[in-house]
């Protein structure tokens, strides 16, 4: 190519590309005047024909939220109910007067200046088109006088919705749980459409657990609506489906007798039946009313609840960790006689202190000057601590955790009720893992009676004490028994498999450590021999008392001098009747003192009920 | 006030202005979009149901998308005119890859995967056509002989074949403009020009024998919505109810009920300008169009500042296509063109096209702010 073309005229250029510009800006603002006029048609002529057609826009999806599934116990006793509530609700869209509305209603109701105040914000703050609730939970009578003003009122309405009740209050608050209000953490783990129009959701206990079960599917309404906002005809509508109705093991009476028992103590009862797992009575006390929560409940009451020394929410069956004391005791012998380090014949002596080799450190028996010779069955029916510090001891940390690990110590129960705790069952790797520290021999000593790190809970402890009465079968606690599909009338029985059973090389070792429990309540030298009397069959049992204050070397426990928070927790386990269990009982009361004279006789009232013995005294 | 302490005598004094300069940025340029920016988050927030999870995901693009502004202008526009065929080579390929293995969404293939981000190829394109276009005109003296000018068309619709192939016939149209700007501005007589919309216009039929159904579709219901009022029509029927019941004021922040009660469909993206006329009114969608014009005035006066032809056709084509993505939108959004998908710069909520759109604007600032630095 010829330099000639690579020459540039470099003012000719500008020109050039300048006068372009300049023609590519008044275009420019040819275009913006094309467009302005375009919206001004739309937005100033045309502005009547399109408000009276956004206005008549008033298609309206709006969903049929389900009817939640209700919630009975055996017996068929409603826990969890559906009750029509009616509401006062302003569409400020369609108030001419909000001033006089306001005071108006506020006449009607008798709601105080600030309040009103209060509420015109809040009006002002949301949108004009969404319905603000004035009032819930209104009464029969408010309903009655809001009717005959209804005239003066426009834009304010009555709406009548079925909300969550629970009629047995706080009975079972732990156990059957709540609704609320749908919360943001709610709405990221659900399904937004499957919920729409739907308020409630499960938050804790059996609610939460089967809220799939419970909330059944939303339906849908087309309607055309007036400007007003009222329903002028319907278009479409696919009906919602109901919540299927679950039918608990739980047995009302049993639960009241249980709660009952406990009595004032802080603590928990759990019944079941050891076959099949149904969980009979699961008590927390102390408990709540749930009810002030379906529609929110105050945060004034809120806080007394959450800030509570005694802990009201904290469903101690599931999360309440307490060291087992001496109901581990039965386990331990189980795993001594397994392991071959000791027969039912074989006597240890107990001068009332133990040491371990080489070292001047004692680990004192409850019993000051002794139990002198025992031997397994005396050892636990006078749960003899020495006999234990010695056992455990000879077994080792490693042998006796992993022999705890068959029932369930340190292992969710897997009950079908939510945030249910793994307790503690300690070893040398957990040590380890979570202090960084070796494990010391001293605290496998302690551990064989229960103390030191070792921690269950109530399920917990039920659980345990099921797989010894069914001599190593090994079943899954259930809360809920069946369920109802809506509109149908006969019950589907909630399936669940069996857990394969512990094998035992000679059957005889449950027996032995079974007949010593019954010894604990039959012997006469049984810590609860007090609640043998006046019974048809044999009870199984082992009490237990797990020190929530540590007493020093020589030092005398004096529950005189000692605070009632610093009191031992009471425990009792239990089984009836021993030689074909059906029900398996566990109880903790907290600072209860003594298992033998405070848990013990709560759970016999349990046993009695369930058998439907009459008090003994 | 002292009229003698301007800072034209004192060139050391500092100001908010020289400060940008520093980092190459244009500070009336970078406070416009800055504003805009600020004005479509508003709008979003209304748009997108109050919802704070979209909010955070915008602002994070926008953040993005300003990074990549003060990137791209402080690359010299000389570096950006040798990057050019690179640029436009890349793009090519990736176009074909596109094709060949792209990612489809909505019934569209226009998603590159590599694994840790997706790619929209088509977004490159948008830059790298007009530079070019701009960089292959002004090696030669303008305006351009009629070779050089097939050349350059061909430069143009290699690219715009592809991405209307996707399909993606928005992005494929706009692209095509910002190279047809380029040689707009470079010069061409006027006969070439009139000659060449005779043509385009004559070749429509040929369009409609090509473009997919749902083009046609569209098409068919923008000259008569009311045929299908539920289906394809709905779009614009509502969009148009949206805008004429703003009225002149409008109902309000939050207060529109075609947009909040969700009768107005895609409203937080390529529909949100009805959401504006709706809740702001006439005046609310004025003063956002002399917004654009405005930042557009700028671009334009870069351009026309620029000190070599390059720059000038570059950043003249740049501020121009902004103002088409604009017009093509309000166009489609008030039932003046068909709807052909082009989201509305820097309101739409939506990710890529963010950052190509401050890129171009990266560009404008690097022209500007490099002159004293050029060789003349």
């Given at each position: 190519?010829?330099?000639?073309?690579?020459l540039?005229?470099?003012s000719?250029?500008?020109?050039?590309?300048?006068?372009?510009?300049?023609?590519?800006?008044?275009?420019?603002?040819?275009?913006?005047?094309?467009?302005?006029?375009?919206?001004a048609?739309?937005?100033?002529?045309?502005?009547?024909?399109?408000d009276?057609?956004?206005?008549?826009?008033?298609?309206?999806?709006?969903?049929?939220?389900?009817?939640?599934?209700?919630?009975?116990?055996?017996?068929?006793?409603?826990?969890?109910?559906?009750?029509p509530?009616?509401?006062?609700?302003?569409?400020?869209?369609?108030?001419?007067?909000?001033?006089?509305?306001?005071?108006?209603?506020?006449?009607?109701?008798?709601?105080?200046?600030?309040d009103?105040?209060?509420?015109?914000?809040?009006?002002?703050?949301?949108?004009?088109?969404?319905?603000?609730?004035?009032?819930?939970?209104?009464?029969?009578?408010?309903?009655?006088?809001?009717?005959?003003?209804?005239?003066?009122?426009p834009?304010?309405?009555?709406?009548?919705?079925?909300?969550?009740?629970?009629?047995?209050?706080?009975?079972?608050?732990?156990?059957?749980?709540?609704?609320?209000?749908?919360?943001?953490?709610?709405?990221?783990?659900?399904?937004?459409?499957?919920?729409?129009?739907?308020?409630?959701?499960?938050?804790?206990?059996?609610e939460?657990?089967?809220?799939?079960?419970?909330?059944?599917?939303?339906?849908?309404?087309?309607?055309?609506?007036n400007?007003?906002?009222?329903?002028?005809?319907?278009?479409?509508?696919?009906?919602?489906?109901?919540?299927?109705?679950?039918?608990?093991?739980?047995?009302?009476?049993?639960?009241?007798?249980?709660?009952?028992?406990?009595?004032?103590f802080?603590?928990?009862?759990?019944?079941?039946?050891p076959?099949?797992?149904?969980?009979?009575?699961?008590?927390?006390?102390?408990?709540?009313?749930?009810?002030?929560?379906?529609?929110?409940?105050?945060?004034?009451?809120?806080?007394?609840?959450?800030?509570?020394?005694?802990?009201?929410?904290?469903?101690?069956?599931?999360?309440?960790?307490?060291?087992?004391g001496?109901?581990?005791?039965?386990?331990?012998?189980?795993?001594?006689?397994?392991?071959?380090?000791?027969?039912?014949?074989t006597?240890?002596?107990?001068?009332?202190?133990?040491?371990?080799?080489?070292?001047?450190?004692?680990?004192?028996?409850?019993?000051?000057?002794?139990?002198?010779?025992?031997?397994?069955?005396?050892s636990?029916?006078?749960?003899?601590?020495?006999?234990?510090?010695?056992?455990?001891?000879?077994?080792?940390?490693?042998?006796?955790?992993?022999?705890?690990?068959?029932?369930?110590?340190?292992?969710?129960?897997?009950?079908?009720?939510?945030?249910?705790?793994?307790g503690?069952?300690?070893?040398?790797?957990?040590?380890?893992?979570?202090?960084?520290?070796?494990?010391?021999?001293?605290?496998?000593?302690?551990?064989?009676?229960?103390?030191?790190?070792?921690?269950?809970?109530?399920?917990?402890?039920?659980?345990?004490?099921?797989?010894?009465?069914?001599r190593?079968?090994?079943?899954r606690?259930?809360?809920?028994?069946?369920?109802?599909?809506?509109?149908?009338?006969?019950?589907?029985?909630i399936?669940?498999?069996?857990?394969?059973?512990?094998?035992?090389?000679?059957?005889?070792?449950?027996?032995?450590?079974?007949?010593?429990?019954?010894?604990?309540?039959?012997?006469?030298?049984?810590?609860?021999?007090?609640?043998?009397?006046?019974i048809?069959?044999?009870?199984?049992?082992?009490?237990?008392?797990?020190?929530?204050?540590?007493?020093?070397?020589?030092?005398?426990?004096?529950?005189?001098?000692l605070?009632?928070k610093?009191h031992?927790?009471?425990?009792?386990?239990?089984f009836?009747?021993?030689?074909?269990?059906?029900?398996?009982?566990?109880?903790?009361?907290?600072?209860?003192?003594?298992?033998?004279r405070?848990?013990?006789?709560?759970?016999?009232?349990?046993?009695?009920?369930?058998?439907?013995?009459?008090?003994?005294? | 006030?002292?009229?003698?302490?301007?800072?034209?005598?004192?060139?050391?004094?500092?100001?908010?202005?020289?400060?940008?300069?520093?980092i190459?940025?244009?500070?009336?340029?970078?406070?416009?979009?800055?504003?805009?920016?600020?004005?479509?988050?508003?709008?979003?927030?209304?748009?997108?149901?109050?919802?704070?999870?979209?909010?955070?995901?915008?602002?994070?693009?926008?953040?993005?998308?300003?990074?990549?502004?003060?990137?791209?202008?402080?690359?010299?526009?000389?570096?950006?005119?040798?990057?050019?065929?690179?640029?436009?080579?890349?793009?090519?390929?990736?176009?074909?890859?596109?094709?060949?293995?792209?990612?489809e969404?909505?019934?569209?293939?226009?998603?590159?995967d590599?694994?840790?981000?997706?790619?929209?190829?088509?977004?490159?394109m948008?830059l790298?056509?007009?530079?070019?276009?701009?960089?292959?005109?002004?090696?030669?003296?303008?305006?351009?002989?009629?070779?050089?000018?097939?050349?350059?068309?061909?430069?143009i619709?290699?690219?715009?074949?592809?991405?209307?192939?996707?399909?993606?016939?928005?992005t494929?149209?706009?692209?095509?403009?910002?190279?047809?700007?380029?040689?707009?501005l470079?010069?061409?007589?006027w006969?070439?020009?009139?000659?060449?919309?005779?043509?385009?216009?004559?070749?429509?039929?040929?369009?409609?024998?090509?473009?997919?159904?749902?083009?046609?579709?569209?098409?068919?219901?923008f000259?008569?919505?009311?045929?299908?009022p539920?289906?394809?029509?709905?779009?614009?029927?509502?969009?148009?109810?949206?805008?004429?019941?703003?009225?002149?004021?409008?109902?309000?922040?939050?207060?529109?009920?075609?947009?909040?009660?969700?009768?107005?469909?895609?409203?937080?993206?390529?529909?949100?300008?009805?959401?504006?006329?709706?809740?702001?009114?006439?005046?609310?969608?004025?003063?956002?169009?002399?917004?654009?014009?405005?930042?557009?005035?700028?671009?334009?006066?870069?351009?026309?500042?620029a000190?070599?032809?390059?720059?000038?056709?570059?950043?003249?084509?740049?501020?121009?296509?902004?103002?088409?993505?604009?017009?093509?939108?309000?166009?489609?959004?008030?039932?003046l063109?068909?709807?052909?998908?082009?989201?509305?710069?820097?309101?739409?909520y939506?990710?890529?096209?963010?950052?190509?759109?401050?890129?171009g604007?990266?560009?404008?600032?690097?022209?500007?702010?490099?002159?004293?630095?050029?060789?003349?």
């Amino acid at each position: 190519m010829s330099t000639r073309f690579t020459l540039k005229n470099h003012s000719n250029e500008n020109r050039l590309i300048n006068d372009r510009l300049i023609f590519a800006a008044l275009f420019a603002g040819l275009l913006f005047i094309i467009v302005m006029v375009r919206l001004a048609v739309l937005q100033v002529v045309e502005y009547e024909h399109f408000d009276s057609l956004s206005n008549k826009n008033r298609i309206d999806i709006s969903p049929l939220p389900p009817q939640r599934g209700l919630i009975y116990d055996r017996n068929g006793i409603v826990l969890a109910e559906n009750i029509p509530s009616f509401s006062l609700e302003i569409t400020p869209e369609n108030v001419p007067n909000l001033d006089d509305t306001l005071t108006t209603l506020a006449a009607l109701f008798s709601v105080s200046e600030v309040d009103i105040t209060k509420i015109r914000k809040q009006i002002k703050q949301q949108r004009r088109f969404r319905q603000f609730t004035f009032r819930q939970r209104l009464t029969e009578e408010e309903v009655a006088v809001f009717s005959v003003n209804r005239h003066t009122l426009p834009g304010v309405e009555v709406v009548g919705r079925l909300i969550r009740h629970y009629p047995q209050g706080a009975l079972f608050a732990h156990t059957v749980g709540y609704v609320g209000r749908i919360n943001e953490r709610d709405q990221k783990n659900i399904d937004l459409k499957a919920y729409k129009g739907t308020q409630q959701i499960g938050k804790t206990g059996i609610e939460k657990q089967y809220e799939s079960l419970l909330h059944g599917s939303v339906g849908y309404q087309q309607v055309e609506t007036n400007v007003q906002g009222r329903t002028v005809r319907e278009l479409q509508n696919v009906s919602s489906t109901s919540g299927q109705d679950l039918f608990l093991n739980l047995d009302i009476n049993l639960q009241r007798v249980a709660a009952e028992a406990l009595g004032e103590f802080n603590g928990a009862v759990v019944a079941l039946v050891p076959k099949t797992g149904a969980v009979l009575a699961m008590v927390s006390k102390p408990d709540f009313d749930p009810n002030p929560f379906v529609l929110g409940i105050s945060t004034k009451e809120y806080g007394a609840l959450r800030d509570s020394v005694d802990m009201p929410l904290f469903n101690r069956t599931l999360r309440g960790r307490y060291p087992p004391g001496s109901t581990l005791k039965p386990f331990v012998a189980l795993a001594g006689l397994e392991l071959g380090l000791v027969t039912e014949q074989t006597k240890s002596f107990c001068p009332g202190w133990f040491s371990l080799p080489g070292q001047d450190h004692r680990y004192r028996c409850w019993k000051k000057h002794g139990h002198g010779h025992v031997d397994l069955k005396s050892s636990i029916s006078q749960s003899c601590d020495v006999y234990f510090y010695d056992l455990a001891n000879a077994l080792g940390i490693d042998r006796l955790h992993s022999f705890l690990d068959f029932f369930d110590f340190g292992h969710r129960t897997g009950i079908d009720i939510p945030s249910e705790s793994k307790g503690l069952s300690p070893s040398r790797e957990w040590k380890r893992a979570s202090r960084n520290q070796t494990w010391y021999p001293g605290e496998t000593v302690i551990s064989g009676i229960g103390q030191g790190f070792n921690q269950t809970t109530p399920i917990q402890l039920a659980h345990a004490t099921a797989i010894l009465a069914m001599r190593g079968i090994n079943v899954r606690p259930q809360v809920a028994r069946a369920i109802r599909k809506s509109g149908q009338s006969e019950l589907e029985l909630i399936e669940k498999e069996l857990a394969e059973s512990l094998p035992m090389e000679d059957s005889q070792h449950w027996e032995a450590v079974i007949d010593s429990m019954v010894d604990v309540v039959h012997g006469t030298r049984g810590t609860a021999r007090h609640i043998g009397k006046n019974i048809p069959f044999k009870i199984a049992g082992k009490t237990g008392t797990a020190q929530v204050f540590g007493i020093k070397q020589d030092e005398k426990y004096d529950a005189e001098t000692l605070a009632k928070k610093l009191h031992d927790h009471a425990l009792f386990i239990a089984f009836a009747p021993a030689d074909n269990p059906e029900i398996v009982v566990a109880v903790v009361a907290e600072n209860g003192g003594s298992g033998s004279r405070t848990a013990a006789p709560i759970a016999r009232k349990v046993i009695d009920q369930y058998f439907g013995i009459s008090p003994s005294e | 006030m002292n009229s003698h302490l301007i800072d034209r005598h004192h060139p050391q004094r500092w100001s908010v202005t020289r400060a940008l300069a520093v980092i190459h940025l244009d500070a009336l340029l970078f406070l416009g979009l800055l504003m805009l920016m600020g004005a479509g988050l508003i709008i979003l927030y209304s748009a997108g149901d109050q919802s704070t999870a979209l909010m955070i995901r915008q602002l994070t693009r926008m953040a993005a998308a300003v990074f990549a502004l003060l990137v791209v202008a402080n690359i010299h526009p000389d570096r950006m005119r040798d990057a050019a065929y690179w640029l436009y080579g890349v793009g090519l390929i990736l176009l074909i890859a596109v094709l060949a293995f792209g990612h489809e969404g909505k019934g569209a293939q226009r998603w590159l995967d590599l694994g840790f981000f997706r790619f929209q190829p088509s977004e490159l394109m948008k830059l790298a056509v007009p530079l070019l276009v701009a960089s292959y005109l002004a090696e030669r003296p303008l305006s351009p002989t009629i070779p050089r000018l097939i050349i350059g068309l061909v430069m143009i619709i290699v690219p715009s074949l592809l991405i209307a192939k996707q399909p993606d016939l928005g992005t494929s149209l706009l692209i095509a403009s910002s190279g047809l700007i380029v040689v707009f501005l470079s010069g061409i007589s006027w006969r070439i020009i009139i000659g060449f919309i005779v043509t385009c216009t004559s070749a429509l039929p040929v369009l409609w024998y090509v473009m997919h159904d749902y083009q046609k579709q569209r098409v068919l219901t923008f000259l008569n919505p009311e045929s299908d009022p539920l289906g394809a029509g709905y779009h614009i029927i509502q969009s148009k109810i949206a805008i004429g019941s703003g009225g002149l004021f409008g109902r309000g922040w939050l207060e529109g009920t075609q947009s909040q009660l969700a009768f107005l469909p895609e409203r937080s993206t390529d529909f949100i300008f009805a959401v504006i006329a709706e809740e702001f009114g006439l005046l609310g969608v004025g003063l956002l169009l002399i917004m654009y014009l405005l930042i557009a005035a700028r671009g334009i006066y870069i351009a026309s500042q620029a000190q070599t032809s390059f720059a000038r056709l570059l950043a003249g084509s740049i501020s121009m296509t902004f103002l088409v993505y604009v017009f093509v939108n309000v166009g489609m959004v008030t039932g003046l063109l068909p709807v052909v998908g082009v989201p509305l710069p820097l309101v739409s909520y939506g990710g890529t096209s963010m950052v190509t759109l401050l890129a171009g604007f990266g560009i404008l600032m690097s022209v500007h702010t490099h002159r004293r630095m050029m060789s003349p």
